[in-house]
T-cell receptor, first 115, second 113 residues
Framework: DAGVIQSPRHEVTEMGQEVTLRCKPISGHDYLFWYRQTMMRGLELLIY????????DSGMPEDRFSAKMPNASFSTLKIQPSEPRDSAVYFC?????????????FGSGTRLTVV | SQELEQSPQSLIVQEGKNLTINCTSSKTLYGLYWYKQKYGEGLIFLMMLQKGGEEKSHEKITAKLDEKKQQSSLHITASQPSHAGIYLCGAAYYGGSQGNLIFGKGTKLSVKP
């Protein structure tokens, strides 16, 4: 398996533009998580899905953020409109179980810079 | 998260030296996960501890969960430059969000050759 695949690896955009981050989880994993990492706040859970259904989005910072999982092999995180404070590394992770012995498998992340 | 504190924030050690990183939770843990991250890359899973007193090893890295299940220590023996990176602990708690990982802010480890 190629692991969790995220695209793009880097994204630079201007304030006010729409940004879409993409994630392909490991085949067979029922859980998908979106995290954001910044120096100030560390790794924060934004939202997670179980069997393509959003379960908890309490970590989504604002209405400007939205996430979808149209099928088991694809998820998107969208920011519209983007702001400089959204600059961070966004990680997608997937797992077979929550709280399982193997933890989550993380993608390589998308480094977002909003100027 | 204030629920999970890691110490130290950063560490510089000479190659060959031993070191310990601590992770303390304000609540009883369901499980504790250790990850390693290299700059610009994703997190690599090292090990998971669930039982009080449990100890696991991954190559020269050993982690232990205390009996009360509120603190874990990660110990590296005879550090090498390949150990350099950011070590993060992730906590899973009992309750409605059971299994969701809350992460500490990480410990940045540098190993000087």
């Amino acid at each position: 398996d190629a692991g969790v695949i995220q695209s793009p690896r880097h994204e630079v955009t201007e304030m006010g533009q729409e940004v879409t981050l993409r994630c392909k989880p490991i085949s067979g994993h029922d859980y998908l998580f979106w995290y954001r990492q910044t120096m100030m706040r560390g790794l924060e859970l934004l939202i997670y899905f179980n069997n393509n259904v959003p379960i908890d989005d309490s970590g989504m910072p604002e209405d400007r953020f939205s996430a979808k999982m149209p099928n088991a092999s694809f998820s998107t995180l969208k920011i519209q409109p983007s702001e400089p404070r959204d600059s961070a590394v966004y990680f997608c992770a997937s797992s077979l179980f929550r709280g399982g012995l193997d933890g989550y498998t993380f993608g390589s992340g998308t480094r977002l810079t909003v100027v | 998260s204030q629920e999970l504190e890691q110490s130290p924030q950063s560490l510089i050690v000479q190659e060959g030296k031993n070191l310990t990183i601590n992770c303390t939770s304000s609540k009883t843990l369901y499980g504790l996960y250790w990850y390693k991250q290299k700059y610009g890359e994703g997190l690599i899973f090292l090990m998971m501890l669930q039982k009080g007193g449990e100890e696991k090893s991954h190559e020269k890295i050993t982690a232990k969960l205390d009996e009360k299940k509120q603190q874990s220590s990660l110990h590296i023996t005879a550090s090498q430059p390949s150990h350099a990176g950011i070590y993060l602990c992730g906590a899973a708690y009992y309750g409605g969000s059971q299994g969701n990982l809350i992460f500490g802010k990480g410990t940045k480890l540098s190993v000087k050759p």
